[in-house]
């Protein structure tokens, strides 16, 4: 009961910040930038600054599906990220550029991150899969007393929360430090006026919201699962 009432009020919380997120967004890109960059342009200035030549600045599709890829090195921004002209464009654009710079200086965070993704991929899909077991079979072995069965389903469970959780705590200083970035420099190199970097700062403290949503759900799964798993052993 305690961890659906917590899995109930992360799933909310969760979804106001993405509301606001998108909210917040809306908002800022209704106000043009006095220096008139885009997105786009805003992201190859910032790379040019820190000497990286070898990092391409693409238009993709999808409203805030803006990332860095290190694989192919290309800073890919959605197209009202890549086009626009605003606070937003201006924040996003330059926070991807942040994790371009991260990966040109071996910012350790991100390297460790990187190393992490292939076990977090394959953590997500036995986790898919082990889910479905519980849910069509995992109660019926529970009420008929197959501990044997159910406690090393719970131990590789318990060991891909793991990983998932510790992934998404990677996760937060490579986020916050990539936004740390953009907004120096957004602010050094006066891309925006005093009252656009406080539209671009508040933009991206949304965005940041979402990761710590994510690594405190996370957490609270290990821990749910944790529980599970000693409860079976006792």
Same mark, same amino acid.
């Given at each position: +009961?305690?961890? $659906?009432?917590?899995?109930?009020?992360?799933?909310?919380?969760?979804?106001?910040?993405?509301?606001?997120?998108?909210?917040?967004?809306?908002?800022?890109?209704?106000?043009?930038?006095?220096?008139?960059?885009s997105g786009a342009e805003i992201?190859?200035? +910032?790379?040019?600054?820190?000497?990286?030549?070898?990092?391409? &600045?693409?238009?993709?599709?999808?409203? $805030?599906?803006?990332?860095?890829?290190?694989?192919?090195? #290309?800073?890919?921004?959605?197209?009202?990220?890549?086009?626009?002209?605003?606070?937003?464009?201006?924040?996003?654009?330059?926070?991807?550029?942040?994790?371009? &710079?991260?990966?040109a200086t071996a910012y350790s965070?991100?390297?460790?991150?990187?190393?992490?993704?292939?076990?977090?991929?394959?953590?997500?899909?036995?986790?898919?899969? $082990?889910?479905? &077991?519980?849910?069509?079979?995992?109660?019926?072995?529970?009420?008929?007393?197959?501990?044997?069965?159910?406690?090393?389903?719970?131990? &590789?469970?318990?060991?891909?929360?793991?990983?998932?959780?510790?992934?998404?705590?990677?996760?937060?200083?490579?986020?916050?430090?990539?936004?740390?970035?953009?907004?120096?420099?957004?602010?050094?190199?006066?891309?925006? #006026?005093?009252?656009?970097?406080? +539209?671009?700062?508040?933009?991206?403290?949304?965005?940041?919201?979402?990761?710590?949503?994510?690594?405190?759900?996370?957490?609270?799964?290990?821990?749910?699962?944790?529980?599970?798993? +000693?409860?079976?052993?006792?």
């Amino acid at each position: +009961m305690i961890f $659906l009432i917590i899995s109930f009020a992360m799933m909310f919380v969760g979804m106001f910040i993405s509301y606001r997120l998108k909210n917040k967004f809306k908002q800022y890109s209704l106000t043009p930038l006095v220096s008139n960059l885009s997105g786009a342009e805003i992201a190859q200035k +910032m790379l040019r600054d820190y000497n990286i030549f070898d990092v391409k &600045v693409i238009c993709t599709e999808g409203m $805030l599906t803006d990332h860095y890829n290190p694989t192919n090195k #290309t800073v890919n921004l959605s197209n009202e990220v890549y086009y626009g002209r605003n606070a937003a464009a201006a924040a996003i654009s330059a926070h991807e550029c942040g994790h371009a &710079v991260q990966h040109a200086t071996a910012y350790s965070m991100l390297s460790l991150r990187s190393k992490m993704v292939p076990a977090q991929i394959t953590s997500a899909k036995v986790l898919n899969i $082990l889910n479905m &077991v519980f849910l069509f079979g995992g109660f019926l072995l529970f009420s008929r007393g197959g501990g044997g069965i159910m406690v090393p389903l719970l131990i &590789v469970m318990v060991a891909c929360n793991l990983v998932i959780t510790l992934f998404a705590l990677v996760t937060l200083p490579v986020e916050f430090d990539a936004s740390k970035r953009a907004l120096a420099w957004i602010s050094e190199k006066h891309i925006v #006026t005093p009252s656009e970097y406080d +539209m671009s700062k508040d933009a991206l403290k949304w965005a940041a919201l979402t990761y710590l949503v994510a690594a405190i759900g996370a957490i609270a799964n290990l821990l749910y699962y944790v529980s599970l798993l +000693m409860g079976r052993r006792d």
